[in-house]
């Protein structure tokens, strides 16, 4: 019987994950990013909260994104992530080498023995 899993995020994609998403949908709680990657992905992906806060801390402390605390739409007191000029630049050169991966590891998939001859 086949059943349908979640993946878990892993580290290095999901801090492109965070930027991309703050980058969209502006400032949001790390629940919020959380459960927006969660829902992009087609709910496809789970966002571990213990993987998604040391992401956040790092990317505070590299200057990537801020925050401030504010209510959430439940009235709970929340930090709420924004990114920064910073963050702007690290998501555009994350996504360039993303991109790039991606080709090389696409060309794996189409090379044939012929092609190596």
């Known amino acids: 019987m086949f059943t349908k899993t979640k993946k878990d995020v892993q580290s290095g994609t999901l ?3 965070v930027l991309k998403t703050l980058n969209v949908l502006g400032p949001q709680h790390g629940y919020g ?3 927006r990657i969660e829902q992009i992905s087609g709910d496809k992906l789970f966002v571990n ?3 998604l806060y040391p992401v956040l ?3 505070e402390q590299e200057g990537a994104v801020e925050s401030d605390w504010g209510t959430s739409e439940n009235n709970r007191r929340a930090r709420f992530y924004r990114l920064t000029r910073a963050g702007h630049k690290l998501l555009e050169a ?3 080498d993303w991109e790039q ?3 090389i590891i696409a060309r794996f998939f189409e090379v044939k023995a012929e ?3």
């Open 101 to 103: 991966t991606a080709a």
């Open 94 to 96: 994350e996504k360039r």
């Open 33 to 35: 990013i959380a459960r």
């Open 49 to 51: 909260q213990g993987t």
């Open 57 to 59: 801390l790092r990317l």
């Open 15 to 17: 801090a492109l994950m």
């Open 115 to 117: 092609d190596l001859a």
